[in-house]
Each structure stands twice: as C-alpha cells, then as structure tokens.
Nanobody
Framework: VQLQASGGGLVQAGGSLRLSCAAS????????MGWFRQAPGKEREFVAS????????YYADSVKGRFTISRDNANYTMYLQMNSLKPEDTAVYYC?????????????????WGQGTQVTVSS
C-alpha cells in the first residue's frame, strides 16, 4: 500500500487547512486510516482515525471539536479538515493505514505510512 499525503502549508492562527491522503496498491484488506503528527523534539502523536467500513471516528482530545476526519471509500482517500488552528498544531502530519482490526490510536499498530506534510500555524 502506498500513501500520498498533501494539503499542508502555512496558515495564521484561527485559519483552516484540509489534508488529504490517497491510498493505492493492495487496499482490498483495510480496516482503518489515521492521522498522526510530530513536532520538532516531540514524539509522534495520534490526531484522528476513521474506520473504512462503518466510518467510526476517533480524535485526540487536543483536536476534538476543531478537526474533522472523513473518507471517500470509492477513491480510497482520507481527509482531515482542520479549523481554528493553533500554533501548537504546527507539526509534520503523517497519514497511516491499518489493514486489520485493532487499536486505531497507537502508531505502532499501523502497517503503512505516508511521507508526511508540513503544517505551520503562525501566531
């Protein structure tokens, strides 16, 4: 499975960005996709995830109410709409793909990763 993330950029605090992640390859076995982020000097952290079949969504407390994750099953694409952005949201955002059932909040449970896209929020 190959993942291509896009949509990052520079935005002022309070602004919005929409990230996309397109999956290709052996996507017939799929359970969930997720977004993680990593700021300089910090560990990679969970942001949000969504299951393919039911569309169940999960969010980190830090983004709940501001970010919305969604997916387009027909095009194997996942999105992250980020509103009310804060400087502390600045990080490289990674999309990830989990093929089988299990936890969707832990990075080491995911099977494939995208290359990352930079999100910078200025104050």
């Amino acid at each position: 499975v190959q993942l291509q993330a896009s949509g990052g950029g520079l935005v002022q605090a309070g602004g919005s960005l929409r990230l996309s992640c397109a999956a290709s390859g052996r996507t017939f076995s799929r359970y969930a996709m997720g977004w993680f982020r990593q700021a300089p000097g910090k560990e990679r952290e969970f942001v949000a995830s969504i299951t393919w079949s039911v569309g169940s969504t999960y969010y980190a407390d830090s983004v709940k109410g501001r970010f919305t994750i969604s997916r387009d099953n027909a095009n194997y694409t996942m999105y992250l709409q980020m509103n009310s952005l804060k400087p502390e949201d600045t990080a490289v955002y990674y999309c990830a793909f989990r093929a089988s059932y299990g936890s969707v909040r832990w990075a080491n449970e995911y099977d494939y990763w995208g290359q990352g896209t930079q999100v910078t929020v200025s104050s």
